[in-house]
């Protein structure tokens, strides 16, 4: 769940949708809310691909998830 909170906060920040951070990534359209909600892990190049799209750095959203994890 803390990397899907992670991204919903970055996404929202960016004013996307799920099924418009999906299609920029080139992911499933369902993809986004499963990690959101913790249904899944994301791949290194899953985060990579997320990390682009929402134009930060794969390191911020490794360490905002680990941050995540520590509270």
Same mark, same amino acid.
């Given at each position: 769940? #803390?990397?899907? $909170? !992670? /991204?919903?906060?970055?996404?929202? $920040?960016?004013?996307?949708? *799920?099924? &418009?951070? &999906? =299609? $920029?990534?080139? /992911?499933?359209?369902?993809?986004?809310? =499963?990690?959101?909600?913790? *249904?899944?892990?994301? +791949? =290194? #190049?899953?985060?990579?691909?997320? &990390?682009? !799209? /929402?134009?930060?750095?794969?390191? /911020? =959203? !490794?360490? $905002? +998830? &680990?941050?995540?994890?520590?509270?």
């Amino acid at each position: 769940m #803390a990397f899907g $909170r !992670v /991204l919903r906060e970055l996404r929202l $920040r960016k004013k996307l949708s *799920q099924e &418009a951070l &999906a =299609l $920029r990534a080139g /992911l499933d359209r369902t993809y986004p809310s =499963l990690l959101e909600r913790g *249904q899944r892990q994301p +791949t =290194l #190049a899953v985060v990579l691909a997320v &990390a682009e !799209v /929402l134009e930060v750095s794969p390191t /911020l =959203l !490794v360490n $905002r +998830t &680990a941050e995540e994890l520590r509270k």
